[in-house]
Each structure stands twice: as structure tokens, then as C-alpha cells.
């Protein structure tokens, strides 16, 4: 159906106010923006180098473990008749944990077996290593265990845990490995405990690498806690972060100034008038972080520098 001549008309007055109203907003953001003390939009395209602290960080997430724990087995095979500990409970070394009673049914005479605590920690679950620990429960009376005098896969039925030296074990890939080093310095967060900052120490570093199930290759890790907390449970997730590399009153450029032409790095001097032509100079770099990067010569505090690479430039 043709339209009218006063529909044609409603349609360009409408088109006209949303032209018009797009660019008087526009206008409007930028009066804003300016108003604000915001650079103008030619400025967003540049760079400054600037003096002050840059910093590497390494930072990966591990489990709270004890150092020490030991799995606890019975001698012989038979049946728990006596438990005498609940899950968490502080034990002595030699405290009686459990009684096993020997044999698999009652016509057999065997004199009961103690089952005693090894080192002096805490009482947890067992957890056979690699296993999914949703399902651990703590053994019962009555259960029937296999002894270690019998198998050489005994049934454990708990495990004993010094709290007193408390650790974060990682898993950390091939490419992160290398920062760290035996003795380093580093801080522990738990996320459970808002506020408190742990200080700690990379103590293990595998020196053999193991395949994930998706391929790749990860080291084991393990950082000591120097003043471990009775807060700080086993299983709590945990972030290390550690300082890797630092500078202080440092010239640094943000990374998108930084180009490399014919090997070497460069960065292109913002034009002193609008149709002005920018000047290349060569740079020497120190050491990079993930949005900055040192400048050790090139550049000096103030100066400004293009985002993108002037077209007078290109090969």
C-alpha cells in the first residue's frame, strides 16, 4: 500500500529527531566528559609515561594439609569392638584409639587388638589419595578391617594429623614453576578467615613433573605457614601470593604504547600540533607486568606516546 503524503512526512520529522537527538547526545557525553576535566576523545589514543612502583606477583590457590600425618591401621583382621576417639579429637602418641577384636566370627578366640595413635595430632577421616573425599565417613563399631599383617592394602581407619606445622600444597604448571624457589618468602590468605594474612615459606618444589588428566604438566608445591593457626583446618582453600619482582620510582609506559619494529621496541611520540607527524624512537625495556613495562632509556616522565601505530610508519 503506498503511503501517504502526511505519513511520509510523520516519518521524516521522526527520522530527523532521532538523527538530531543522536547527535546532540553525543555532543552532550562529550560536553560532559569535558566538563569532567576528561581528555578530549583525540587523547584516549595516548599514553604517558609516568613515574612510580612496579611489581610482579605470582598468585595460586592450594589446600590447607598438615606436614605430618600419619594413616592409621590395624595390626590383625577382625572387627572394631571399641572406638575410643571421635573425628577432631587431640590425641598423645600411644593414646588407644581403637580395639579390634580378631577373627571373623566369634567361635574364634583371639585376644582383642589395640590400635594406638603413632604421633600426637588430630583425629580425621581417612581419604585414600586421588579420591573423591565427598563420600569419607568415620569408621563405626563394628566395622570389619583388613589387618597389616595380612595385606599389603590394609583398611585404615584414620588418620592422625600434626597440626603443628600446617602447609598449602599446589599443583603449579610448567610455566609458573620456575618463579618460584626453595625459601621464598610468600603469603597465605583463607578466604575463611577474612582479615588475617599469613606469612609462609615455598619449602617443596618437585623436581619431577606429573600429567593432568587433560594433558598438561603440573609440579607439586608446598608452602610452610611460619605461625600455623588453630583456625586453619585441613581441606580450607587457600591463595599464596608472593612478590616476585619489584621496582620503586620507576619510569613506566602502559604496554599499549610499546611496538617492535625490525626487532627492536619502539614507541611513537604523540604529535606537537594536530597535523603534525609523529616521531619514532627507539626504547630499552626492564622489567614488564601485566598492563606496564619499565623504561630504562627512550622516554622520559611526561612524555606522551600513541596507542596505535601512525600510518606514515607502516611498511
Not at 97 to 114: D, I, R
Not at 130 to 156: A, C, H, I, K, M
Not at 185 to 197: C, K, L, R, S
Not at 224 to 236: E, F
Request: net charge neutral; hydrophobic share 40%.
Amino acid at each position: 500500500m503506498a503511503m501517504s503524503r502526511r505519513a511520509k512526512a510523520v516519518t521524516a520529522v521522526v527520522v530527523a529527531l532521532a538523527l538530531g537527538g543522536g547527535g546532540w547526545w553525543a555532543w552532550k557525553k562529550r560536553a560532559e566528559k569535558q566538563k569532567k576535566g576528561a581528555p578530549p576523545e583525540l587523547d584516549e589514543a595516548i599514553a604517558e609515561v609516568t613515574k612510580g612502583d612496579l611489581e610482579t606477583r605470582f598468585r595460586e590457590l592450594g589446600d590447607i594439609a598438615a606436614k605430618n600425618n600419619v594413616e592409621v591401621a590395624s595390626k590383625v583382621s577382625g572387627r572394631i569392638i571399641e572406638l575410643s576417639v571421635t573425628e577432631g579429637a587431640r590425641v598423645r602418641a600411644g593414646q588407644k584409639l581403637a580395639v579390634v577384636q580378631p577373627g571373623k566370627t566369634g567361635a574364634e578366640k583371639f585376644l582383642p587388638s589395640e590400635v594406638s595413635a603413632p604421633i600426637d595430632g588430630i583425629v580425621l577421616a581417612y581419604v585414600k589419595p586421588g579420591s573423591n573425599d565427598s563420600g569419607v565417613r568415620f569408621v563405626e563399631v563394628g566395622d570389619y578391617v583388613t589387618g597389616l599383617f595380612e595385606s599389603q592394602n590394609p583398611t585404615y581407619l584414620l588418620t592422625v594429623a600434626d597440626m603443628r606445622t600446617v602447609v598449602v600444597k599446589m599443583r603449579i604448571n610448567e610455566m609458573d614453576v620456575l618463579k618460584l624457589s626453595e625459601g621464598m618468602d610468600v603469603e597465605v590468605v583463607v578466604d575463611a578467615i577474612p582479615g588475617v594474612t599469613f606469612p609462609a615459606k615455598v619449602t617443596v618444589i618437585s623436581p619431577q613433573a606429573e600429567r593432568e588428566s587433560r594433558g598438561g604438566k603440573v609440579f607439586r608445591v608446598e608452602v610452610s605457614v611460619s605461625k600455623p593457626d588453630p583456625r586453619l583446618r585441613t581441606g580450607l582453600t587457600a591463595r599464596v601470593d608472593a612478590v616476585l619482582e619489584k621496582r620503586t620510582d620507576a619510569l613506566r609506559l602502559p604496554l599499549t604504547g610499546l611496538f617492535e619494529e625490525k626487532g627492536a621496541e619502539v614507541a611513537y611520540l604523540k604529535p606537537e600540533a594536530k597535523d603534525g607527524k609523529s616521531k619514532q624512537v627507539i626504547i630499552a625495556t626492564g622489567m614488564r607486568t601485566e598492563l606496564e613495562i619499565e623504561i630504562l632509556s627512550g622516554l622520559n616522565a611526561g612524555d606522551k606516546v600513541l596507542t596505535e601505530k601512525p600510518t606514515e610508519f607502516d611498511a
